[in-house]
């Protein structure tokens, strides 16, 4: 029963503040990865998709959510959630393959959470 009214208590929190945190974390690696490709010390080597290409993917996705928070647009907020969400996996499935690279299990967190804050959304914000 316990773990009900945790899981009850989860799904009441605001889930503002992981939205603008997760948007401002994907505008910084978004920009971070549009550098030269000199600056950016990940191989992505495994990937068909340049640099730049994630890295405007990313800020999109991050000025995305800070619009919707700001604008409190609940249809956007929900699908910046899930682009969020599928683009964080991405990153997280294709930087498994190379071993070399700790931050894997950091991209996943960014997925959990993108994907808790598509729950809170759809469950509704009362």
Excluded at 18 to 40: D, H, K, N, T, Y
Excluded at 49 to 72: C, D, E, Q, S
């Amino acid at each position: 029963m316990k773990a009900l009214q945790r899981i009850e208590r989860l799904l009441q929190c605001d889930p503002t503040a992981v939205e603008g945190l997760l948007g401002a974390i994907s505008v910084q690696m978004g920009f971070w990865l549009a550098l030269p490709r000199g600056a950016v010390l990940i191989d992505m080597s495994v990937s068909e998709i340049p640099h730049g290409v994630w890295g405007g993917l990313l800020i999109a996705i991050g000025v995305m959510r800070l619009v919707a928070i700001y604008t409190n647009h609940l249809a956007l907020r929900q699908l910046a959630a899930f682009v969020s969400c599928v683009t964080w996996v991405a990153f997280a499935l294709l930087f498994n393959r190379l071993a070399h690279v700790p931050s894997n299990p950091i991209f996943y967190s960014f997925a959990i959470a993108s994907t808790w804050v598509l729950v809170r959304l759809r469950v509704g914000l009362s």
